[in-house]
């Protein structure tokens, strides 16, 4: 009878005693928390509960570690704003319900407050220079989509034909990555909330629809 250890096989080659997915949140959770650069090797292999070497010999060092956790927060709700421009029927009905949102999640308290994209690489060397370009990238995805949905909203008439999509995307963009600072400051869900609808009494233009929040 073969003694039983407690280690999952994972097919032939070494086992690997430790729960990839656990271990990965983990990670994510610390880098969300204290940035990239100033969370070390030592305190993701702690945190994870793995050695250093199976850290390396699973995720490939801290910088591909730092972009697997940035793809799980994304794919745990950390790229909330495709669904929400999908699911609403104005572009001012999708901008308000964006902001909403991120008052909501960037204030959680079961999670660190703020949001990994705009915070985890606001002060890195020039070493971690591709960790900034990674999450400016996404930061930049996230400011082109809003923009193509506010002028999808002037195409169907819902805002003025001369409305500045640029400036009103620059506008609300700013909100958000201000928001997730403020909330890593200690601001309240409801202080956030209330400057989203302060925010949404800027908007220009048409009168609102039917579905469209007041």
């Not at 606001?122 to 923009?147: K, M, N, Y």
Request: proline share 5%.
């Amino acid at each position: 009878m073969k003694k039983a250890t407690g280690v999952v096989q994972r097919g032939r080659g070494r086992p690997r005693g430790f729960d990839q997915e656990v271990a990965l949140e983990r990670a994510m959770l610390l880098f969300w928390e204290r940035g990239y650069e100033a969370t070390s090797l030592d305190e993701l292999s702690a945190a994870m509960g793995i050695s250093p070497s199976s850290l390396y010999a699973t995720f490939g060092g801290k910088e591909q570690l730092f972009r697997a956790a940035v793809d799980l927060y994304l794919a745990r709700g950390g790229g909330n704003m495709a669904r929400i421009f999908a699911e609403e029927p104005t572009a001012r009905g999708a901008v308000r319900r964006l902001l909403e949102t991120a008052a909501d999640e960037l204030t959680r308290t079961d999670h660190p407050s703020g949001c990994m994209i705009a915070l985890a690489g606001t002060q890195c060397s020039p070493g971690a220079r591709p960790i900034q370009d990674l999450l400016r990238g996404h930061r930049e995805a996230w400011h082109v989509a809003l923009q193509a949905r506010i002028q999808r909203g002037i195409e169907a008439g819902e805002l003025a034909p001369g409305t500045d999509a640029a400036a009103l995307t620059t506008l609300y963009s700013t909100l958000l990555l201000g928001m997730s600072v403020q909330a890593r400051d200690g601001a309240s869900r409801e202080s956030l909330r209330a400057a989203a609808e302060a925010a949404m009494r800027a908007w220009p233009g048409a009168p609102r629809g039917p579905q469209d929040p007041a």
